[in-house]
């Protein structure tokens, strides 16, 4: 397989074609991707700023980081659509 050495790790090229249930995304796709995940970003660093306030609930801070965190990554899969979803 071709790829470059990072530490003692073999990094793959073209990985998607290897792991079963991937497919080829269009370049709209990706770049839509790229968007969500950046968006994704900036609302966890929202929520971060939330629970660093004195007082903030910390547990409600935490469900929120964590239903975002599916939320966007039902996003990413409604592109992705692994295994033909």
Request: overall charge negative.
């Amino acid at each position: 397989m071709a790829g470059e050495e990072k530490g003692s790790d073999l990094m793959v090229d073209n990985q998607h074609k290897q792991i079963q249930g991937y497919r080829d995304l269009t370049t709209e796709e990706i770049a839509l991707m790229n968007q969500i995940k950046a968006c994704e970003k900036e609302v966890l660093e929202l929520v971060q700023r939330v629970h660093n306030v004195p007082g903030a609930n910390a547990r409600s801070a935490s469900i929120a980081r964590t239903e975002i965190q599916t939320g966007f990554m039902w996003l990413i899969r409604a592109i992705a659509r692994p295994n033909g979803e």
